[in-house]
């Protein structure tokens, strides 16, 4: 069975400019989230998505923002980039809604911001 | 408000015995995962508790005291890839919008 899979692997991208990460999901998985991994820090919550809504949102700013598709792939928008936006980026995905669920993460996308 | 300890860094020698402890202070609790994150790679599951007490699972062991906010991963026989961070997250209640809050990490270096 497939995992979680994220593309791309690395992305560069300079200030102010829109950064798109993709993420699918395990087969059957309905629930997306996204987590932020700076440097130092632990994972942060950013978003959780299922059945095509916004379930749940971190303490981020709302350039950051994103989408769950019909075949539950989703999309992480970053606008207006700031260096301070330079992290791994790691999408999971759950079978369920539970909140005891576990969460399987994909190997992340690596964002510069230059 | 949510606030979850790890030690930074681990050293440890091949073939001995290692606990990772987490220590937890959160406004609703509903379980504890710990995950196993190698350098570059995804975060893997190891285990989830929500009731005391000691989960054995091969190698690999969890405890949890929810009246103490405490945790810990304890793995025997140590090998060389188990070098890696481990990260330990606490489940929010029912309700509370499945957003995991991980500490930091610790990042265990087992040597020869």
């Known amino acids: 069975e497939a995992g979680v899979t994220q593309s791309p692997t690395h992305l560069i991208k300079t200030r102010g400019q829109q950064a798109t990460l993709r993420c699918s999901p395990i087969?059957?998985?309905?629930?997306v989230y996204w987590y932020q991994q700076a440097l130092g820090l632990g994972l942060q919550f950013l978003l959780w998505y299922d059945e095509g809504e916004e379930r749940n949102r971190g303490n981020f700013p709302p350039r950051f923002s994103g989408r769950q598709f019909p075949n539950y792939s989703s999309e992480l928008n970053v606008n207006a980039l700031e260096l301070e936006d330079s992290a791994l980026y790691l999408c999971?995905?759950?079978?369920?809604?539970?909140?005891?669920?576990?969460?399987?993460f994909g190997p992340g996308t690596r964002l510069t911001v230059l | 408000g949510q606030n979850i300890d790890q030690p930074t860094e681990m050293t440890a020698t091949e073939g001995a015995i290692v606990q990772i402890n987490c220590t937890y202070q959160t406004s609703g609790f509903n379980g504890l995962f710990w995950y196993q994150q190698h350098a570059g790679e995804a975060p893997t599951f190891l285990s989830y508790?929500?009731?005391?007490g000691l989960e054995e699972k091969g190698r690999f062991s969890s405890f949890l005291s929810r009246s103490k906010g405490y945790s810990y991963l304890l793995l025997k026989e140590l090998q060389m890839k188990d070098s890696a961070s481990y990260l330990c997250a606490v489940v929010p209640p029912t309700g509370g919008g499945n957003k995991l809050t991980f500490g930091t990490g610790t990042q265990l270096k087992v040597e020869l």
């Open positions: 508790n929500v009731l005391d």
């Open positions: 087969s059957g998985h309905t629930s």
């Open positions: 999971a995905s759950s079978l369920g809604t539970g909140t005891t669920d576990t969460q399987y």
